[in-house]
T-cell receptor, first 116, second 112 residues
Framework: DAGVTQSPTHLIKTRGQQVTLRCSPK?????VSWYQQALGQGPQFIFQ???????QRGNFPDRFSGHQFPNYSSELNVNALLLGDSALYLCASSLRYRQGVGDEQFFGPGTRLTVL | QQQVKQSPQSLIVQKGGIPIINCAYE??????FPWYQQFPGKGPALLIA?????SEKKEGRFTISFNKSAKQFSLHIMDSQPGDSATYFCAAVQSGTYKYIFGTGTRLKVLA
């Protein structure tokens, strides 16, 4: 049973460019959340997708956008990259909350984005 | 009110010691409190989690203590081993949202 997978592992971009990161959730999961983890910090919630729609959003600008596909996989897009966007981007998957199912969220290995 | 405060920032213990990591929250809507372990270059891995209806939960060498009135919870690692050396994050979430609020992390080093 594959866990959460993310691609690519590492990425180097320059300021102003655009980037797309990809995530496949754990088998059986239908909800994907994205987090940004700056060096030495805890993960910060970016947004969450369920049924192909953005359901919740953290305090991130509109330069951060996403998409969820019918197979539950997801993409994170960042436009007009800034130096401060350099971070580990984590995808987490879960089962949409149902009574008794629980609140567990499982993280992928992340994509390390470096903006020069 | 959305913050989760975690301490200490770093911790060094001898093998066999019991490191304790503390977290505090303000938002009383939070009702699920997981702990994650993260090794360098890896994603966070779920260790153990607790809900406010119990004051303590044990899984293997890991124990969470929860004080609902103080809005604090802590992780204890019994008989710590060098392989436990990692960064530990507490988190808090309102059930059903999956919008985790993480602490700032504690870097643990267990000396052989």
């Amino acid at each position: 049973d594959a866990g959460v997978t993310q691609s690519p592992t590492h990425l180097i971009k320059t300021r102003g460019q655009q980037v797309t990161l990809r995530c496949s959730p754990k088998s059986g999961h239908d909800t994907v959340s994205w987090y940004q983890q700056a060096l030495g910090q805890g993960p910060q919630f970016i947004f969450q997708y369920y049924e192909e729609e953005e359901r919740q959003r953290g305090n991130f600008p509109d330069r951060f956008s996403g998409h969820q596909f019918p197979n539950y996989s997801s993409e994170l897009n960042v436009n007009a990259l800034l130096l401060g966007d350099s971070a580990l981007y984590l995808c987490a998957s879960s089962l949409r909350y149902r009574q008794g199912v629980g609140d567990e969220q499982f993280f992928g290995p992340g994509t390390r984005l470096t903006v020069l | 009110q959305q913050q989760v405060k975690q301490s200490p920032q770093s911790l060094i213990v001898q093998k066999g010691g019991i490191p304790i990591i503390n977290c505090a929250y303000e938002n009383t809507a939070f009702d699920y409190f997981p702990w994650y372990q993260q090794f360098p270059g890896k994603g966070p891995a779920l260790l153990i989690a607790i809900r406010p209806d119990v004051s303590e939960k044990k899984e293997g060498r890991f124990t969470i203590s929860f004080n609902k009135s103080a809005k604090q919870f802590s992780l204890h690692i019994m008989d710590s081993q060098p392989g436990d050396s990692a960064t530990y994050f507490c988190a808090a979430v309102q059930s059903g949202t999956y919008k985790y609020i993480f602490g700032t992390g504690t870097r643990l080093k267990v000396l052989a």
